[in-house]
């Protein structure tokens, strides 16, 4: 299975890469010491992330889809990280609002603003579950695929969830219907009653150009491959 | 303090940075992307810096003459795709382009809980092909207040020793001349418009006579206090509308408007509509009555004797229309005078922003961008040219008063008078130790003068009974057959109304009295003398010192306007006469002689009286007796909502300082999410507003009740008192 898809929406490729990605983050912080020995923190909003990849002994079809990114010659790409879609596809900083707390699987969460609206792009001939939490049983939220018909789901004991696949790649909107609605989750795989951290994930990214170390070749070309790929853009915004 | 939007998160010790965004007037670019709509750029690293500098602030004591220009710059991304450039086309053109405002969100651009940084306009944008992002510079947007303008006005005042005007209302007019407003602009449909925000003059209809008791303010605002008429007309009459509204901002007890036989009476919590014998009272919603409300009476039907009366209080209807019967028409269409009041019972009454329009404004909405304090330097005429630009005159205003003034970041025009910006209530605490990265401190010894000198010009006023000659014509006028002359003619000081002119034979009144005129068929003044009838003349005052006069033949043949002798013959007069009078020097401390560290502060004629003279020259005196500290530019835990001109309690666990301190400099530095902030302190010497509030707070109302105090608080030297009252000036 792959770990990664890449490539423009709509027309994602698997990306294989050898075991040991690391994801670097990168957030802004400001300390203050006081003349007292007072501290306080300021953090930007978001933390954008960095993944060097690479796969050894690959024929030139492995970073052809990064090289054409790297030059400019395709439309914004992205990347899907298959291990964050399973925890949380939705950016972290929209999973949850300002409001009052609401228990989300037991973690003490604000509520978002009802109206408050999520857009995930989805790959075709996945199973995704769409999930949130709130402590009343009432409609929380509806998830339209595309154009699809929105979809309504409720809560009942705390939290609610649907579940689809798309059929092809698709754009789902999550929009909130009820004041009281906080974790919102959208995950790859069923619904485990669980709620994770939002990745954002697939992202937007820069790829910078594939780094080749060649290391065969016969009637087959095999090199190393090594790539760093960056996230741009504003998280949730398609 | 700026007041946060609603939903900005509560100060804590752990806090997400707002981000930042430019908004460009009118713009295309850059392109929108990611939530932030067109014309809007999300900023990568910021900064802004204001600072107040003003005389006789302290550390500023010598410093240029007040006001605060901010500056700024700011980098933005250049957006996905082909970059934005000069040379490039369509949206990715950058042009030169004017204003922007600069502001900091939690709820994305295009949400609601923005709170102002400043309003900008862009100076050199800079940028680079292979650069990722836009650098632009940043000027406060103060255009508007950098054109010429020039002030007209009339002196209205019929009582020759009282004072007229504040200068306030100078600096008023300077703000509305560039778009700030206190009290709503005249748009078409308003018949008259009487702001009385320290001054007559009307803005739409004219002011005809005036008495004034004395300008007051509320909460900082200027109004119209007790004792005050103000008779104002509207040029062209009514025109018969369906409808008349009838505007005005209260507090206190409120005040009259009169339109011909129809009084409204506004008072704190409702009006009272008077005609005739018919009196009806409407209460205002409930809550309108607090602070400065703005009342609206609108009249239906005003010139029939069944009119609809409805009271508005914001954009509440305050009750059920009221049809009125009268025995004769509401208004009288004939009637142009509009009175407004401020003379009868009760006291305590304050009125301004007095409007009277033929449709119905829809501006609840309006929110004064301009806030401007009585300076408290009362004047019976302004005799300073007004004109010059703007921004100079506010300035200079702003210097002779020892006041300060500024275009705040949410872009309102601000003049704080000399008590409010060093006296002012405290708005924030800033404890050293916890908000404070160090407490560093200057004290200047050029700060300390040992002579102050300040210099005013006191007014002389003319009095009499229609015999003051303000002018007198030098060469003989000639006037065709059924010709009319006009001369605009130029007077020294300032004149309210010319007096009548009569023909030098007519011996109605004494010689000396009345502006006079003689004619002549020839140059020469032989020959027969024309007519009484054949001559109209007549004057008014154009503006405080320019006279109109008009000569109008009734004959076929050619006058000359010379006496029997062929001297010219054209005298005009008045009764009362305001000139300003020879500049006096008053000063404290010791002799010219033996001072080493004098200071002088000229007031120009912007000070007019003794008494307002002798309290500038006793504030001075105690600003620079001794050199206050300042505590120049500290980082602090950064809060946006912080302005120059607050006044904060600064405190220091370690030293034990108390002591309330002026936010004299902000500077703001954000790259990549965060920022930082830097303030500079000026600590504030003790008012006697100060020391009333600490006396009343301790209930101490005699000398034996302070002797008690002092000796149980160990206060027995000069030095002890001194430093007594350092400290608790920050403990009120």
Redesign the interface.
Known sequence: MASHFFGPLGAMERLTVSAGVSTETSRSESEFVSSGGVRSFLRGRAAPRTWTVGRQYRGPDWARLLSLAAHGLLPQCWLYDVASARENMVPAQLAAGTGFLVQVNGLPMRAVASGHQVQVPVLAGRLYSVSAWQASDQQMLTYQVGMDTPVPVSSFNGSGAGSFTAPVDSILTVTVTSGSVSGLRVNEGPFDGAFHAGHGTPCKVAVQDPQRTLQLVTEQVRSDYQVTLMEVGKPGFI | MQALPQ?W?DDA?????P?LFLEFASAAWPPA????PAGTA?LGSWSVDRSLTGSSLPGQVRGAAGFSIATGSATFAQP?GEQLSPFAKGDRRLGARGACVLYASHTGAAGSGRLPLGKFVLAPIAGAGLSADVALDLEENSINLKRPIAIRWRRNEVIASRFEIDPSWVLDKIARSAGYFQTPNVRSGTLLSLPLVGGTMAEAGETTSATIGGWSEHAGDVGMGPGGLVIAEIPDGYGGPAAIHVTAEVAGTGGEVVLAGLWLNFRGDHVIITHGMVVQQIMYPAGANLGLARIRVSIQDPFSSAPTIRVYSSETLASEPLVMSLASAAIDTANRAIAVRTDRAPTGRFIRGVMVDTTFRDDWAFTPNAKINLSGSPLHAAFDALTGFGWDMAQKIAAATLGAVWVSESGVFTYRNRSSLRGGDIVDEV?????????PWVIDPGEIADRVELSYTPTQVVQSVNSTTIWEATEAIRIGPRQTITLVVEVAGAVNAPSAFRPVWDETYEPHQMSRWAAAFSADGSGERPQSSDLVVTARMVSVSTAEIRLTSRTDVTLWAVDGNGSPCLILRTSLQVLPGEPLTISSGLAESTALNPLSIDCGSWVQDSETAQSLLAWVTGQTSHAQAVVPSV????ELRRQIGDIVRLTD??SGLITKALITAVSLAG??????QHLDFALLDLTWADYDKWLQAHGIDTFAQLDTYMQAHNIDTFDAFDEWGRDFGGTL
């Open positions: 939903g998160p010790d752990v806090e997400t940075a981000e992307s990611d939530g932030v999300e996905l404890e050293a130790l916890d908000k404070l990265e160090d407490l980082r602090v835990k950064p666990g370690k790259n990549g999410g965060t920022y930082t």
